[in-house]
């Protein structure tokens, strides 16, 4: 009764396309809390997954282990064909450089401008970006996000939203092929949410990026997901297209879509 | 009988978190040992770091200094007149401050500055996941944060110190001429005479420990705190708490090091 | 940038002023402990040391001269403390000067002090070794004290014979009883006794402190520090002693002179012989009395002194009470 609906999985499409991001068996417990028990994933190029959760269902937790900010205590992490959990500071940093993080609470660094925030991720990484290459992506980004006027504010002057398109700004910097969204809609207004939401697609349209989105948002879930997987207790409990899982009969997955 | 068990609880809990406080903080040093000496080095980091920690620190500690250089005489003039030994009033400020009061003073209001702004600005950082950010844009941030913060502690400290002490003495000379008249040069000539090396470096020397202890305890706070505005509260508080308990440990310990070593 | 540039500077400012003072500090310490600059060694050896430690420092006639270097213990009645000295000196400090130890201020330090010697002498070099004067302290002070006792006490016996042979000279008593000799010579006699009567008092006086001093009255030897009444003392029994010289030969000068008035007298040569002699004689003796004078009188004020001295204060006020009760 563990996985009462078999992912469906276009078999030609994975022909085509290998996945960029595989999560196999992921095991990761705090003492004797069982967050995340054998955790399975897969997201292919250009796609846009949404991991549905309620708080505390090991959401977080997962999207962590993926970038290497924690350690699972068993299972792989496959992106761009490397096991994560394996790589050194140097490859992870190599891998990292390809794959944006936006923070379920902005993450924005307190004590530098906006220019500074993003400039941050160029200037530290192991690719070499010239002076003017920084300036100019820095500018272009703030763009891309609508907030090109707020380049010299400090993060504390800025509103909610605007906090989140920074930090939006500043995980597309690097131009990753990867976004990992932690929560993007979780305390913002419906009406702003809905913006960020917007801004997440225009995004993955322009630069050809594929997202991992946890969220319980049913909005984002909706209008951001090509597939959405449902996480209860630390499994992968259903799996699908929006579509399918509204007409799932399963309490526990019909709970989210009521 | 309950309550002796009650009691044997709370102390066994005591305990253990105590020591679990040590063996972190040892850890974390560790770890800061390892590090510190590693590539990637973050010198502007640590300029800036320096900056902020000693620099802008220099108007408060030259403040107390100074008053406490001129309390400290004219509280002390008083039983030195009753000595007869008013002249000698110059060269016991000089001992006193440049041996003991001006780096264990200085020390403390550094711990209540530094090591509270370092545990406040580690905590928020963490709790806001800022330090996370930075581990996946490709920057150590133990490197970036913690080493470069405790070496600015460790170096500016015994700056601090020296130009606290500095500044002590002037405030001892103002406060020596409010009852009195002593030309400048006297006075320094004065302090001077009756200073040994014995008594400068290993003051000097500590004040490096001194420093150290108020970066690594305050990043070790900040670095660990918990979740929640909360912890980074708690953070800020133990950070000024532990280090300045520790400041005096070590004192206590530069004594006896330097009575063994018989420099005193 | 600019802003970055500036706070580059605003830190650079920081750390040399600190590390400034700290070279300050150190540098003036060095330089007090004669680390700096040229210098050179000078050694002398004492009995003992009274406490000196390497570092105090070395005086001349007053002047910061340089710091102990080291102390080594040569046998058992020597030690030897190496000086350095600042090269300015090697002018200035002769082979003959004398090293000694002495106390800084009332608790203070224990320093070396160089005087020079007024007897001219090559400079010292280095490495040379200079003499050294015994120092004063406070049981070598009493020691001296007795001593000088000693001697006060044989004086004031020598002077006590010489006043009592003037004052039972048969001669004399009947040269004063004669009224076939001059008025003024008679004076001159005459005080010449009261002077010698002067005399045994003060020789009393001196026997008195003497005994007292011997019995340790007092908490005189604890507390005797002052060399300056050693020394007074000292020129007191001079004094003492040139008087009672003094008063040896009048004696024997009054004896000629009262026999060469009685042969002319008795052989009745006349008061005319008598006077020449006496306008000789008597400037002569005149002379001696004034100095005995002088000399009784120095000690006088000498031993008030003495008697003012607060070291020897309580002895005369018992002394005085003891006096009181006899009454």
């Not at chain 2, 590090?35 to 108007?59: D, H, N, T, W």
């Not at chain 3, 406490?51 to 002047?63: A, D, E, H, K």
């Not at chain 3, 520090?225 to 003392?233: F, I, P």
Request: charged share 20%.
């Amino acid at each position: 009764m563990d996985q009462l609906i078999k992912p469906e999985i276009n078999e030609d499409n994975q022909e085509l396309n290998e996945p960029v991001l595989k999560i196999q068996n992921l095991f990761k417990s705090f003492g004797d809390n069982h967050v995340l028990i054998d955790f399975n994933l897969e997201l292919k190029k250009g796609e846009s997954v949404v991991v549905l959760g309620k708080s505390g269902s090991g959401k977080s937790v997962m999207i962590k282990c993926v970038v290497g900010l924690l350690q699972p205590d068993k299972g792989s992490v496959i992106m761009f064909g490397k096991n994560i959990p394996e790589l050194d500071d140097e490859e992870l940093d190599r891998i990292r450089a390809k794959v944006g993080f936006l923070f379920q609470g902005n993450a924005l660094y307190d004590s530098m401008t906006v220019r500074e925030n993003l400039e941050f991720p160029m200037r530290r990484t192991w690719i070499q970006f010239s002076q003017e290459e920084v300036k100019r992506r820095v500018v272009e980004t703030l763009e891309d996000v609508g907030l090109a006027h707020t380049i010299d504010m400090m993060p504390a002057e800025l509103s909610g939203g605007m906090r989140k398109r920074i930090a939006l700004a500043r995980t597309l910097i690097l131009r990753p092929e990867i976004i990992l969204y932690d929560e993007p809609t979780t305390g913002l207004d419906p009406i702003t949410g809905k913006e960020i939401i917007e801004l997440m697609n225009e995004i993955q349209e322009k630069y050809n990026t594929s997202s991992l989105i946890i969220s319980h948002d049913m909005k984002c879930v909706q209008t951001a997901s090509d597939r959405v997987v449902v996480l209860i207790e630390g499994r992968c409990y259903a799996m699908g297209t929006y579509k399918e899982l509204t007409q799932n009969t399963d309490p526990k997955v019909n709970e989210f879509f009521e | 009988m309950l309550t002796t068990a009650s009691h044997k609880k709370v102390l066994h809990q005591l305990n253990r978190s105590f020591l679990n406080e040590v063996g972190g903080l040892s850890r974390f040093a560790g770890r800061f040992f390892n590090q510190a000496f590693r590539p990637r080095y973050e010198i502007a980091e640590f300029i800036r770091q320096c900056f902020v920690i000693g620099y802008k620190s220099l108007p408060l500690i030259g403040l107390t200094s100074f008053i406490l250089g001129l309390v400290l005489t004219m509280q002390l003039r008083p039983s030195m007149v009753s000595y007869g030994v008013e002249s000698q009033l110059p060269a016991i400020v000089g001992i006193a401050v440049i041996r003991e009061i001006g780096p264990v003073i200085t020390a403390l209001i550094f711990a209540g500055k530094i090591g509270s702004s370092i545990g406040a600005e580690l905590g928020s950082m963490r709790v806001t996941e800022q330090i996370d950010a930075m581990e996946v844009s490709g920057t150590n941030p133990f490197k970036y944060l913690v080493v470069t913060r405790v070496l600015a502690a460790t170096l500016m400290l015994p700056i601090l110190v020296l130009l606290g002490d500095a500044i002590s003495l002037f405030g001892s000379w103002i406060g020596i001429n409010i009852r009195g008249a002593t030309s400048f040069h006297l006075y320094w000539t004065q302090v001077f005479d009756n200073l040994a090396f014995t008594d400068v470096l290993p003051a000097f020397f500590k004040s490096f420990f001194f420093g150290f202890a108020v970066g690594i305890i305050g990043c070790f706070k900040g670095y660990n705190s918990s979740k929640g505005t909360e912890g980074v509260g708690i953070s800020a508080n133990s950070a000024v708490v532990v280090s300045s308990i520790v400041i005096f440990i070590l004192d206590l310990l530069a004594v006896q090091v330097t009575d063994a070593l018989g420099l005193n | 940038m600019a802003k970055k540039v500036v706070s580059n500077v605003k830190l650079g400012v920081f750390v040399l002023a600190g590390l400034l003072f700290l070279v300050i500090l150190l540098y003036m310490i060095g330089k007090n402990r004669n680390l700096f600059g040229s210098n050179y060694v000078l050694k002398a050896r004492f009995e003992n040391i009274q406490g000196l430690v390497t570092g105090n420092n070395v005086r001349f006639s007053g002047i910061q001269a340089g710091t102990v270097k080291r102390i080594d213990i040569i046998n058992d009645t020597l030690i030897e403390v190496t000086m350095v000295i600042d090269k300015k000196m090697s002018k200035i400090i002769h082979k003959n000067a004398v090293a000694s130890i002495s106390t800084e201020g009332l608790v203070g330090n224990k320093v070396v002090n160089i005087s020079p010697s007024k007897i001219p002498d090559a400079l010292a070099k280095d490495d040379d070794i200079l003499p050294v004067k015994k120092a004063v302290n406070t049981d070598e002070i009493m020691e001296t004290l007795y001593n000088t006792n000693s001697d006060v006490a044989i004086i004031a016996a020598g002077l006590r014979t010489t006043v009592e042979r003037i004052n039972k000279s048969s001669a004399l008593w009947n040269l004063l009883n004669d009224e076939s000799i001059p008025e003024n010579i008679r004076i001159s006699f005459a005080s010449i006794r009261s002077t010698t009567g002067k005399a045994v008092k003060i020789a009393d006086d001196l026997d008195k402190i003497i005994l007292g001093v011997k019995n340790g009255e007092g908490s005189l030897g604890a507390i005797l520090k002052d060399t300056s009444l050693v020394k007074n003392l000292n020129d007191a029994i001079l004094t003492i002693n040139k008087v009672g010289n003094e008063a040896d030969s009048v004696t024997v000068e009054i004896n000629k002179l009262v026999k060469g008035v009685h042969e002319d007298v008795s052989q009745g040569k006349g008061t005319v012989n008598a006077l020449l002699k006496d306008s000789m004689m008597v400037k002569k003796i005149e002379a001696s009395l004034d100095n005995i004078q002088k000399g009784t009188d120095g000690f006088n004020s000498n031993m008030e002194a003495l008697k003012h001295n607060f070291l020897f204060r309580g002895y005369f006020r018992k002394l005085e009470k003891q006096k009181k009760k006899a009454q």
